[in-house]
């Protein structure tokens, strides 16, 4: 998340962190509509982001820096369209519903 909000850079960003229950109880699907977000210990998602991947390095697979990934797609998403309808995520107006129901609660 920090290295999202740092690759942004000229986006006033700041990360918010909310419990998984107050999720649920907002009715945020996990990742799809909060891309990345796995609630923990919930057995349905236990292992989604799990893989062995000992073989692939022992191949030769490097991995990218995170930074370089998060410019990169960020600066794919720019080049959208202001009228593309994404598929995961949150629209504006559900994301700022959402933080106002979270201050609310706080």
Do not use: Y
Not at 57 to 77: H, I, K, M, S, Y
Not at 79 to 103: C, M, S, V
């Amino acid at each position: 998340v920090d290295a999202c909000v740092h690759a942004a850079g000229d986006v006033p960003a700041q990360a918010v962190w909310m419990p998984d229950e107050f999720l649920r109880q907002q009715e945020i699907a996990p990742w799809s509509a909060m891309p990345l977000w796995l609630p923990e210990g919930d057995p349905a998602w236990q292992a989604f982001m799990a893989a062995n991947v000992s073989k692939a390095v022992a191949q030769g697979l490097v991995f990218r820096p995170l930074e370089a990934t998060v410019r990169d797609v960020l600066a794919w998403a720019r080049a959208r369209a202001t009228t593309h309808e994404w598929k995961a995520g949150l629209p504006p107006a559900r994301e700022t519903a959402l933080l106002q129901a979270w201050d609310d609660a706080k």
